[in-house]
């Protein structure tokens, strides 16, 4: 008989971290939500349990915790700080593993400089002070602009495999990477030329301007800083080491192609664009969009 771990999410509405919810939802494991006071939880999955707590009362939050197992956190970057109320939380608690937002890669000297991956990394070392066995799950970069080379659905998948009944000694203080789709620039443009009849436009800047661009951005704090050093690492090849060597299968899913994804069209519709994003994209792209 399968024995499944009881599972707390603290973050439920993103683009990723809703499916991983209704994946979890979907096992027979117990789920519980806890959700900020306000924060909509009507598209929630009927049999999930629903907590509404302020993650810095810490007496509120040590109760919401006592019955979980496991604590997984799916914040985005505006709450990554909040997850140090969580590491403060649970040695108070009886949960065994906490897995912290993470959701990209391991980032060397570099893109720690840049503060939400340095945020991350200070509740990973928090977390490891306390005592606190983690599982970190590391899926690359995988949103709309990343093209989704791994796709909501198979991290959501992926989620589901790791968590829901596989033993919790097994997972303590991994780090674990994801991997459906490799795909390279030329790749890329290929199946736009297939998809659309003609080759599409390319842009192409040296390391040296990408360097420049990281190097100006961390001065002055630029908020597309992250932009360029993930295509830094993407051009480069040094994303696939930064996901590691422990990758994770999901048995019995069938991944994603680039011919299904941008062929078949079957890519998740972005969201709209900001008019700041736009623009820079305008400036930094001359007639990309």
């Known amino acids: 008989m399968t024995q499944y771990n009881r599972i707390a999410v603290y973050g439920h509405r993103g683009w990723a971290s809703s499916a991983i919810v209704d994946a979890l939802a979907a ?33 509120a939050l040590v109760a919401a915790l006592q019955d979980v197992d496991i604590m997984i956190s799916l914040v985005g970057h505006e709450g990554v700080t909040r997850q140090q109320a969580i590491v403060k939380a ?36 928090a977390a490891k002070a306390a005592g606190i066995a983690t599982t970190v799950v590391l899926p690359g970069n995988f949103a709309e602009f990343a093209l989704n080379t791994i796709t909501k659905s198979y991290i959501a998948a992926a989620y589901a495999s790791i968590f829901t009944s596989t033993p919790i000694s097994q997972l303590k203080n991994r780090a674990i990477g994801l991997s459906e789709l490799k795909v390279t620039g030329e790749e890329v443009a290929s199946a736009l030329e297939k998809k659309h009849g003609k080759a599409p436009e390319v842009f192409r800047h040296s390391q040296k301007k990408v360097d420049a661009e990281v190097a100006d951005g961390l001065r002055a704090g630029l908020p597309f ?7 830094k690492i993407w051009a480069t090849g040094q994303q696939v080491d930064m996901v590691g060597t422990d ?21 998740w519709q972005y969201r709209e664009m900001p008019p700041p994003v736009r623009q820079y994209f305008i400036a930094t792209f001359v007639n990309a969009i």
């Open 225 to 231: 800083t992250l932009a360029w050093y993930c295509r």
């Open 90 to 125: 649970i040695p108070s608690t009886k949960v065994q593993l906490f897995s912290p937002s993470d959701l990209a890669t391991r980032y060397d000297e570099q893109g720690l400089q840049i503060p939400v991956n340095k945020n991350k990394d200070d509740v990973e070392a």
């Open 247 to 267: 990758i994770w299968e999901v048995p019995g899913y069938v991944k994603a192609s680039l011919e299904e994804l941008i062929v078949g069209g079957k890519l």
């Open 27 to 59: 096992s027979n494991a117990p789920v519980k939500v806890l959700y900020r006071p306000g924060s909509d939880v009507a598209g929630l999955p009927s049999n999930v349990t629903k907590v509404e707590v302020d993650v810095q009362n810490h007496d």
